[in-house]
């Protein structure tokens, strides 16, 4: 077993429910992604990521997606973008699948 985390150390992590707004290719990334803009609503506005779902996801179906995201990590430079969020999936291999709130709820909310 890793590390645990105390209940503080948990706290600190702010997950939030965001909508897809925006989906591109990110040709240069060394692994096959896209960038990503995604609506945290009026307090968090929109933040930029990239992410590694091309293999379960086309573009046209992540529009409009609600997901959960890590949105205060610092800013992260990959290649010639700056990512601002982290977007959360379940890993088996080269295959992500997207955490999603399940119903449609207001972005911004936080996961506890």
Same mark, same amino acid.
């Given at each position: 077993?890793?590390?645990?985390?105390?209940?503080?150390?948990?706290? $600190?992590?702010?997950?939030?429910?965001g909508?897809?707004?925006?989906?591109?290719?990110?040709?240069?990334? +060394?692994?096959?992604? +896209? $960038?990503l @803009?995604?609506?945290?609503?009026?307090?968090? !506005?929109? $933040?930029?990521?990239s992410?590694?779902?091309?293999? @379960? +996801?086309?573009? %046209? %179906?992540?529009?409009?997606?609600?997901?959960?995201? *890590?949105? &205060?990590?610092?800013?992260?430079?990959?290649?010639p973008?700056?990512?601002?969020?982290?977007? =959360? !999936?379940?890993?088996? !291999?080269?295959?992500?699948? =997207? =955490?999603?709130?399940?119903?449609? *709820?207001? &972005?911004g =909310?936080?996961?506890?």
């Open positions: 077993m890793k590390d645990l985390l105390s209940w503080s150390d948990f706290e $600190k992590v702010e997950m939030r429910v909508t897809i707004i925006e989906v591109m290719d990110f040709p240069e990334a +060394y692994n096959p992604s +896209y $960038k @803009r995604i609506d945290f609503g009026k307090d968090l !506005g929109v $933040k930029k990521t992410a590694q779902i091309t293999v @379960r +996801y086309a573009k %046209e %179906e992540l529009l409009g997606k609600q997901i959960v995201a *890590v949105v &205060n990590f610092p800013v992260k430079q990959i290649g973008f700056m990512s601002e969020c982290l977007v =959360l !999936g379940a890993v088996n !291999g080269k295959e992500v699948t =997207l =955490l999603e709130p399940g119903k449609d *709820v207001d &972005n =909310l936080r996961i506890s």
